[in-house]
DNA sequence: CCTTTCATTGAACACGTGTTTAGCATCTTA
DNA sequence: TAAGATGCTAAACACGTGTTCAATGAAAGG
């Protein structure tokens, strides 16, 4: 009883795959209705006919796109942390690529799109980062969701700008390789710290909670 | 014995100014050549005139901005660490704000100066952490240039997503807020880690060094 | 079979872009 | 003062963009 999926392989579905195709290569600005027409085969008025404007078919895109991943993610969310991802992740590189380019430009882009997948990914980190803490595996945190951000700082970091550590690392392929190569430097820093000391968090502490009587703590 | 610094006040600097107000402010694609002329209070032909084409007038802008922000950055970076920087930052927030949101926008575009821009900020990253491994005050990592590409993410995320990070966080103003806000829990995270133990780190690296006599090891 | 609908195309249009060109005014210099 | 260079402008050009429109082909339905 589906209702869209064997409507993929019309093309209509054709010209939104070689959209996101585009798209996730080269951006969004820089990728024209004519550019997509040629890679599908196809007229440029065509694409209008059946989106109705290029913002409808970058919308169509976006649904595409956003849809399939929200649901990878979600499935593969809910049990426990991030491990399940990664590991499947780590098996089928190749399997996530388009959509993850793609998300990369959506991030990039700098319209409302950017802000909703990032704030997005706030809210799943704090999710995460929570359950942790439940269960004991991750520091009680005061500030959770300053860390959900720090997170998803690195996260979205590493999306974006994977292909340039590629570049600065030696390793060609994009953030995948990347993605590896960053994976024990990460975890030792998330589980020794970066510092050896806490001289300076404790000097934070006092440089950032000036009591009104300073003089008279001493 | 000033060479060009006296040509600051020339219709030509107004042009330079003027651009790279708007390049911070709307990106540089969605910057035309009349929008900038129109800011400078100029005709559009005067623009090409003094810059040869709108390339010029870009490279223009990148020596400008490039010049005062490396100058600013290794004048404050010699001495110690990002503290001083940091602190100087805090000082005067305003300073600094049109030279970095340039620097975003540069950052989020995509083309080879983002790269070299990305790039940069790994290797005096390494600097830092090197020097911090060297006064004992950091750990000694094995992958020290892995963990200046996952701090450069961190920077990087913070300046390039900074906006939409406030918007999550309910504060506004830009990325300045949010590095208030997260320096706290990010000092939080580089002192005492993420995680209470260090099941991940040594899960992660017996799963990784998969010695071929795997059997005999016990 | 005829008709109606729909997918598809090629040419055109309006618009915004960077760039060119001719002209004008102004300032410098001999 | 006359001449020449320079700062600057207005109008136009070539080009790429998204979009429209009329025409054509093929498939579906009565």
Redesign the pocket.
């Known amino acids: 009883m589906r209702s869209a999926p064997e409507d993929d392989l019309?093309?209509?579905a054709r010209i939104r795959d070689a959209a996101i195709r585009l798209y996730a290569r080269d951006g969004f600005t820089k990728?024209?209705?004519?550019?997509i027409?040629t890679e599908a085969?196809?007229?440029?008025?065509?694409?209008?006919?059946?989106f109705?404007?290029?913002?409808?078919?970058r919308e169509a895109c976006d649904k595409q796109v956003l849809g399939v991943t929200t649901e990878r993610a979600s499935t593969k969310m809910h049990p426990h942390g991030l491990k399940d991802l990664m590991s499947e992740f780590t098996r089928n590189p190749d399997g996530y690529t388009l959509e993850m380019d793609y998300l990369r430009q959506a991030l990039l882009e700098g319209t409302a799109t950017s802000a909703a997948l990032f704030q997005h990914l706030v809210e799943l980190s704090e999710t995460v980062i929570r359950a942790g803490i439940e269960d004991g595996t991750v520091r009680p945190f005061e500030d959770v969701r300053g860390v959900a951000v720090l997170t998803a700082f690195s996260s979205v970091g590493s999306l974006a700008f994977g292909p340039y550590a590629a570049e600065a690392l030696g390793l060609d392929g994009g953030w995948q390789g990347v993605l590896q190569r960053i994976g024990g430097p990460g975890l030792e820093l998330y589980t020794h710290g970066f510092y050896t000391t806490d001289a300076f968090l404790t000097a934070y502490r006092e440089a950032t909670t000036p009591d009104p009587d300073e003089s008279q703590e001493a």
Chains 1, 2 share one sequence.
């Open positions: 019309t093309t209509k990728t024209s209705l004519r550019a027409a085969g196809v007229s440029p008025g065509l694409l209008i006919h059946h109705g404007s290029a913002a409808g078919l």
